[in-house]
């Protein structure tokens, strides 16, 4: 939490328009559904937070890229 209230800081601090998304439970690799295979504990494949980031990130490209 330390060091996600750092890095929030310091894009406030430069003045950045941002946005953060934390899916709960997730681990690094949610997207990857081979994640497991690599053995390790802090990587997880997580079909909801996959669903999730997936719908977030084509709503974002619709807001950056839209004609309108």
Known sequence: PEKVAAFKDS???????WEML???????GFTNQGAADY???ALAYDPIA??????SMQDF???IFSTQ
């Open 61 to 63: 490209f619709d807001r």
């Open 50 to 55: 996959d669903s999730r980031s997936w719908d």
């Open 11 to 17: 894009l406030d601090t430069a003045g950045a328009d």
């Open 22 to 28: 934390i899916y709960s439970k997730a681990k690094h």
């Open 39 to 41: 053995g390790i504990d």
